[in-house]
């Protein structure tokens, strides 16, 4: 497939400040757009970022037709620029594709066009330990009509952002014992909008209270941990690290599925199993309980000090880092992603430099 390119005659690279990145609020130069209608992908544009016009009645705005991706680019210490297993995002991508009706892309507009773009863009991959250039894959259903049926005309896009990773500080958390994310046969595995809007209300409660996310349970009974906002759960009881199996209700993160294997890879004894609110409370109780941690791209590893259920709090004891499993795998990921310590796995991918 072959990509057309309008590019601007001017960048703004040197009004950013990328010692001070926020995360999500700056954006590089150029994106890549491709539509699909009449059955068929069109020829896939890298222009400049700039706002989309489109219907009002368009049905992203009315149904919510639209899923996304999050991964980063990093840059070594030679100024290559590495992806992380881009293959996973591609191929989740496409499931999310298929579950929420929507077209699935060719490896040939979204990775490709990927690293084209990436290549234009290779300035804006900050250096800057902790930071990377967040890539935001989308798609959304632009068919101008009202009626509540399946779109035919979509838009793909990728978008570049240079980031620091979020939640740096650990975290408090709630567990939901009232409002769920996800259920049996929905769409909690599948990257798409509504699942992040529906968050968003019992997120601000929480907030309010005082914890910066919420710890979702299973929808039926809210016993069984699963995941947070943008992340997937580790639980370190003794020396044991255990999360809960992915399901229909859970996201299968790649950064979750990247820790396991490193894990098992520095010999820590792993667990894939549920586990329940009340276990959780006893292993407090009886000491066991040693760390939470969440795992995702755009927080990468990101401790868990303290959890509430119901009305009483349950305080983790501070690890110095040599003796946490999160500093452990945060380090290890991070230093496989940046080229720091060979990657014996094959997950990075070098796309120029
Ligand atoms: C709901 C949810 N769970 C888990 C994750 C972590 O997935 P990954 O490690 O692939 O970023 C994310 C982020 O993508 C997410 O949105």
Request: charge should be negative.
């Amino acid at each position: 497939m072959s990509i057309k390119l309008d590019l601007s005659e001017r960048s703004h690279i040197n009004e950013v400040d990328f010692n001070a990145l926020g995360f999500g609020n700056i954006f590089s130069d150029h994106m890549l757009v491709c539509d699909y209608r009449d059955g068929a992908w069109q020829t896939p544009t890298i222009t400049s970022v700039t706002p989309f016009s489109l219907d009002p009645s368009a049905k992203v705005f009315h149904y919510g037709q639209a899923i996304f991706e999050g991964m980063k680019a990093y840059k070594d210490n030679h100024e290559a620029v590495w992806l992380f297993r881009p293959q996973d995002n591609f191929d989740r991508f496409n499931l999310s594709a298929l579950r929420m009706a929507m077209p699935t892309i060719p490896e040939s507009i979204f990775l490709d066009g990927l690293y084209q773009l990436l290549t234009i863009e290779q300035a804006w991959v900050p250096k800057q330990t902790g930071s990377s250039l967040y890539i935001r894959p989308f798609m959304i259903a632009t068919n101008g009509t009202l009626s509540a049926s399946i779109s035919t005309e979509f838009r793909f896009c990728i978008l570049l952002s240079p980031v620091q990773s979020y939640y740096s500080e650990p975290i408090n958390v709630k567990i939901a014992d009232r409002y769920s994310r996800a259920a049996n046969g929905g769409v909690g595995a599948a990257k798409t909008a509504g699942n992040y809007a529906a968050q968003f209300y019992p997120t601000h409660l929480a907030n309010q209270a005082g914890y910066q996310q919420i710890i979702w349970t299973d929808d039926a009974t809210h016993s069984m941990l699963e995941e947070a906002g943008t992340m997937n759960l580790f639980f370190r009881l003794n020396n044991s690290l255990i999360t809960p199996p992915t399901s229909e209700r859970i996201l299968d993160g790649i950064t979750r599925k990247s820790i396991l294997t490193l894990a098992q890879h520095l010999g820590i004894h792993t667990e894939v199993r549920p586990i329940t609110v009340q276990e959780l409370i006893d292993a407090s109780h009886t000491g066991a309980l040693k760390e939470i941690f969440g795992s995702g791209t755009a927080a990468v590893v990101s401790t868990i000090k303290s959890f509430a259920y119901g009305d009483q709090d349950y305080p983790l004891v501070p690890l110095l880092p040599n003796e946490s499993y999160a500093q452990q795998m945060k380090h290890a990921l991070t230093s496989i992603q940046t080229k720091h310590t060979p990657d014996p796995f094959g997950w990075t991918f070098k796309v120029c430099g």
